[in-house]
């Protein structure tokens, strides 16, 4: 679908795909926010539309950098290979396997005292920045 005709419903479906709520993404397309407006602004269904394609680039770009990285990492564990580095090729393979999932490291997580961890006042972006930060700190070995 190309960029919405209507400047500011284009700015309103790119704020949405941002993660931005609904009458933020609406302030900042230029509206006065009024939130019975911008939510039937989101029921326009060229909106809608716009916002699902935009969030599937995004989607669609994150699974490209999983691959990029497990590219890499094979280049990485070749590189060690020619060099006599078992160690290095070890870890290598070790971090493609991390990348595809195929090995998970566990820890529990929990929020403030102990309780569980908020996310309702979260936007889907500070949720995806929280749950980035989560996994690479799990990712970072342990000392023993």
Known sequence: ??????ARHERFAQELAKGNSQIEA??????????ANASRLIRNDKVA???????AVAAE?????VYDIAAQLDEDRTFARDLEAPAAAISATMGKA?????IVERSELTGKDGGPIETADMSDRDMAKA??????????????
């Open 131 to 144: 749950i980035a930060f989560t996994l690479a700190r799990g990712a970072q070995p342990t000392a023993h």
């Open 1 to 6: 679908m190309p960029v919405l005709e209507n």
């Open 26 to 35: 609406y302030r900042l397309a230029g509206y006065e926010p009024v939130e």
């Open 49 to 55: 539309a716009r916002v699902a394609e935009l969030k």
């Open 98 to 102: 991390k990348v595809l999932g195929l």
């Open 61 to 65: 770009k994150a699974a490209i950098t």
